[in-house]
């Protein structure tokens, strides 16, 4: 088991431009979340995916963020434009079912908006 | 939703055991108690998790008061791998809300 799969591990991009962050959730898991990180204020739920259809998307922070899942094996969260205060680490994590025991994050993208 | 207070950090030589403080003086009946740890510049890990009765696994052991109001988290025998910030959080089972709080920073000296 490969666990939760995050790319690229590192993204450096200008203020302004596109920037795509891909997962690929444990195969079986059916839960899929994107969470950011940053240390002023911790982790923060972005948006839950629950068998490939988006449940809660509230903590998305604004319509430059958007996050799709394809299908069960696949999942982008997209910001267009980025701007600096984007900066942060960005966490996919997965999970089987419904229990909170089960997560298992990404290593996570290191996000850097210049 | 039950609060969580932790302390900040701690301090644990290497191979002594662990103690993780965690009150949660309104936690409510059917909240369960999670444990997850953070190591340096990694997603959080998965460690234990319990609701009434004390449980151990190939981690770690969590004992969890009778009245509920708090839990402690042993690590028995720290290793320096053990370093990291340790998330202790209260909720229901089905609610996939966690709420990630400071947590301790815990680090294992040689």
Redesign the interface.
Known sequence: DAGVIQSPRHEVTEMGQEVTLRCKPISGHNSLFWYRQTMMRGLELLIYFNNNVPIDDSGMPEDRFSAKMPNASFSTLKIQPSEPRDSAVYFCASRPGLANYGYTFGSGTRLTVV | DAKTTQPPSMDCAEGRAANLPCNHSTISGNE?V?W?RQIH??????II?GLKNNETNEMASLIITEDRKSSTLILPHATLRDTAVYYC?V?V??????I???GTKLIIKP
């Not at chain 2, 510049?41 to 998965?46: A, E, N, R, T, V």
């Not at chain 2, 089972?93 to 966690?98: A, H, M, R």
Request: proline share 5%.
């Open positions: 369960y999670y997850y510049s990694q997603g959080p890990q998965y998790h959080i909720r089972e089905s609610n996939y809300q966690l990630w709080g400071a």
